[in-house]
């Protein structure tokens, strides 16, 4: 059950072996971190909407780290980072500094942008993790969080990619680029729709708009430009009213959440659904919610893919233990395991090719879902993300203009 933001400021830390601050952990060994790490408790705020990642989480890195550390994992679910963002940043106002409620966040984007711009996150730590040498930091879309420089202040988790689910038997021939999806709409009244921004999942379902009316991304990268926006923007609202009256229910009101638009999908009401992780398609399908003629794809004009972290905000109580847990959920064999179709078949956020042979041959022995587009298919036409200032211009646009 998912805990009010109320509910959440009631928190206590427990007592810990955690005693360093940030500065002093940041000069000590490795070993010397893992030892300060014993018996600690993190609480980690998470996105709690999906059974099978929090299940990863609670059982399988919960498990790892309690074994070989002693360091209990508090699950702490949530709906929206932003709330978080908030928690945190009301914390530092009112001068707590050491003994704060988060000690490990799962972010990205322009929930980054505002810890990293308020002094909130604990930074220049991630080149301690002995796991860091699994990453590709020479990869812009890893290096930077929606054109934000990570710069030491988050650690990767997984990589996604936009892509669209189906199901065959309704719809054998899907539309395969954005203007072949908006006609497609329109030719069939009632059986599309997309989540109220800003719902991430239905944010980046606009922002595929905004790409098309902009006639892709390329000017639209870099920091953000009012008249380009007020141009493409015009063209992006043009298109949404348009459809709006083709849309489920007529576009009189929109699913609040992915979780409402997969309902919907499952029960036949509309003919699409969409998400980040396609991975999801396929565990739908596995727990008997989707149909096994469940297929998914990406659009010929591209999907838009990012990274997402975790990061230790600056007044974590229990820093190194946090430390430790990053340093597991980078691991090839934590890797290995969400990559496992069976337990979420999340990308990687590593190079696999960096780890040991026998994670290697994991990740080489995974067969893919039916239903789940390879990543590999939707990397070949992959779309950046802006930076966090368009993207926060788009969902209030959208608001005004579309969504009233």
């Known amino acids: 059950m998912l805990r009010p933001l109320a509910a959440l400021l009631l ?24 030892e300060e790490a014993r018996g600690g408790t993190v609480n980690w705020f998470m996105w709690g909407g999906a059974d099978n990642i929090n299940a990863y989480v609670s059982d399988y890195v919960a498990g790892v780290v309690q074994r070989d550390y002693g360091i209990t994992l508090n699950r702490v679910p949530i709906t929206d980072a932003a709330e978080i963002v908030n928690l945190i940043l009301s ?49 812009p879309a890893i290096a930077n969080d929606f054109g934000v420089p990570v710069d030491g202040c988050e650690v990767p988790w997984n990589t996604v990619q936009f892509a669209f689910a189906h199901d065959s038997a309704v719809v054998a021939e899907p539309p395969r680029d954005m203007a072949g999806l908006i006609d497609w709409i329109k030719a069939n009244p009632g059986r599309f729709t997309y989540p109220a921004p800003p719902d991430f999942t ?46 489920w229910r007529e576009g009189a009101t929109y699913p609040t ?49 990012n990274t997402n972290y975790t990061l230790i905000p600056f ?30 078949g999340a990308a990687p956020a590593i190079d696999i090719a960096r780890t040991s042979p026998e994670v290697q041959a994991g990740f080489a022995a995974i067969e893919a879902h039916p239903s789940v587009v390879p990543a590999e298919e939707l990397a070949k036409a992959a779309l950046p993300e802006l930076q966090t200032d368009w993207l926060t211009a788009i969902e209030q646009g959208w608001t005004v203009n579309v969504g009233n």
């Open 91 to 139: 914390e530092k106002e009112a001068g707590i500094t050491e003994t704060g409620t988060v000690d490990l966040i799962w972010i990205n984007g322009e929930n980054f942008r505002s810890m990293k711009d308020a002094g909130l996150a604990f930074c220049g730590h991630t080149a301690l993790l002995p796991n860091d040498a699994l990453v590709n930091w020479d990869n």
């Open 202 to 247: 239905g944010s980046v379902f606009v922002r595929h708009v905004f790409y098309h009316a902009a006639g892709g991304p390329e000017a639209l990268l870099g920091p953000f430009d009012q008249a380009k926006f007020d141009e493409v923007a015009g063209k992006t609202w043009e298109i949404l009213n348009e459809l709006e009256p083709f849309l």
């Open 257 to 305: 959440t992915v979780t409402q638009l997969n309902e919907l999908f499952a029960n036949g009401e509309v003919a699409f659904s969409f998400n980040y992780d396609p991975a999801q398609f396929g565990l739908a399908v596995q727990a008997g919610l989707w149909p096994e003629t469940t297929r998914s794809f990406g659009l010929a004009d591209g999907t838009i893919g």
């Open 11 to 34: 928190l206590t830390t427990a007592a810990t072996a955690d005693t360093a601050d940030g500065e002093a952990l940041k000069a000590m060994t490795w070993d010397q971190i893992v």
């Open 315 to 344: 007044n974590s109580p229990n820093k190194a233990a946090a430390m430790v847990l990053q340093n597991v959920l980078l691991s090839g064999e934590a890797q290995l395991e969400k990559a496992r179709t069976e337990v979420w």
